[in-house]
């Protein structure tokens, strides 16, 4: 049974840091790109950043400098965090693993609110 958990979110500050973790299992093949998406409030859903098996990296323009994604093959899971964060990051926070032979799967999403 595939399961993607999500935890960290909440709420902070202007400036101020956050860290989200999404632990995924239930695959029967390898997970390959593990991503980060968020969406606020009357937006799309929009890419945070990805990192493929290998550690390549890539981010949205938005938050370059601010975010840093990795990941733990050995655990199959990904983290997310957000340093000098800004009311504009405020949105859900998704993750998504992307899996050999199987597809794209969705976690059910994590609340980051930035405010003072």
């Known amino acids: 049974q595939v399961r993607l958990v999500e935890s960290g979110g909440g709420r902070v500050q202007p400036g101020g840091s956050l860290r989200l973790s999404c632990a995924a299992a239930?695959?029967?093949?390898?997970?390959?790109?593990m991503s980060w998406y968020r969406q606020a409030p009357g937006k799309e859903r929009e890419l945070v950043a990805d990192?493929?098996?290998?550690?390549?990296?890539n981010y949205a323009d938005s938050v370059k400098g601010r975010f840093t994604i990795s990941r733990d093959n050995a655990k199959n899971t990904v983290y997310l965090q957000m340093n000098s964060l800004k009311p504009e990051d405020t949105a859900v926070y998704y993750c998504?693993?992307?899996?050999?032979?199987?597809?794209?799967?969705w976690g059910q999403g994590t609340q980051v609110t930035v405010s003072s």
């Open positions: 998504k693993v992307r899996v050999l032979m199987s597809g794209n799967y």
């Open positions: 239930g695959f029967d093949f390898s997970v390959l790109v």
């Open positions: 990192i493929t098996t290998a550690g390549i990296t």
